[in-house]
């Protein structure tokens, strides 16, 4: 994703066309990293899960000790609203965020009465389906909540998702199977990791080191109503390495068929193939 002229972003009360400065040098966030965002997905024309996404971006503000100023149903609003200004059925990426623009008690807290807002709404290609992906395991891991904010979507946290990924991508992968500080598989440096064995799906439990995302969840859902079973329990890379199917869930290409774990060549499977299925056939497209 880059600057570009297929942008809307709203602040300070307006839309504003392309990518605007909305901090400024010496805003807290800038230099202290207080900034959280959330992401929704707008493509044909459909909205998935919008509500749920902007509830989050809200829980995961106070978690940073900042003051969601914009309630649920004022974001779905203005969402729409820049939508209609968009190209029509783009595949838009939307994006609500709060900083902070003032230092509180500390020069480290930040002043939860300074909080800032924008909503920036821009055009992203939505991932091809038969784009599988390979995976090689992190040398890097997950933190715990003991170690980080990793109970909201936090900007912070996202530099050691991008180390996690020019480690596999100068490995000649193009993503990493991520452990928790204990061992334990936690997700990829981008989204939840699914994995099938004899006929069940199988991801890790949520236990504080990422988030349990809005798209795993609604997966976990349709694929149970289908018959599917499904299970959330503690997984090993050595689980991982005997899997049939390995798949990502998350918001920005909802399912993500993995072809390659380490040396593990895998095939496109019929469950990964059934989740997209079941996703696209529940957002109404």
Request: proline share 5%; hydrophobic share 45%.
């Amino acid at each position: 994703m880059a600057a570009g002229k297929n942008i809307k972003t709203w602040f300070e009360g307006h839309w504003h066309d392309g990518n605007p400065a909305v901090m400024r040098a010496a805003d807290h966030a800038i230099w202290l990293g207080t900034l959280v965002f959330d992401g929704a997905r707008a493509f044909n024309g459909k909205v998935p899960d919008l509500e749920l996404h902007c509830q989050r971006v809200n829980e995961s503000a106070a978690v940073m000790g900042l003051k969601a100023t914009v309630d649920v149903a004022r974001m779905v609003e203005l969402t729409h609203e820049g939508l209609s200004q968009c190209n029509d059925g783009a595949p838009i990426y939307i994006r609500p965020m709060y900083w902070s623009t003032e230092n509180g008690a500390s020069v480290i807290l930040p002043d939860a009465e300074s909080t800032a807002f924008c909503l920036c709404l821009e055009e992203v290609p939505m991932p091809k389906a038969e784009n599988a992906i390979k995976l090689t395991l992190s040398s890097f891991e997950r933190p715990m909540l003991t170690m980080a904010t990793v109970n909201c979507k936090a900007a912070c946290l996202y530099p050691n998702n991008a180390r996690m990924f020019r480690e596999a991508i100068s490995k000649g992968f193009d993503n990493a199977l991520v452990l928790d500080a204990l061992g334990n598989v936690a997700e990829s440096a981008s989204a939840n990791v699914f994995m099938v064995k004899d006929g069940k799906a199988l991801t890790p439990i949520p236990n504080g080191t990422f988030l349990n995302g809005i798209t795993k969840q609604r997966i976990m859902q349709l694929l149970q109503d289908d018959g599917i079973e499904v299970i959330e329990k503690t997984l090993t890379y050595e689980d991982f390495l005997q899997a049939d199917e390995i798949f990502l869930t998350g918001n920005l290409a909802k399912v993500t068929t993995v072809k390659q774990l380490d040396e593990k060549i895998l095939q496109p499977g019929p469950i990964a193939s059934r989740a997209r299925e079941l996703y696209w056939q529940w957002a109404g497209f």
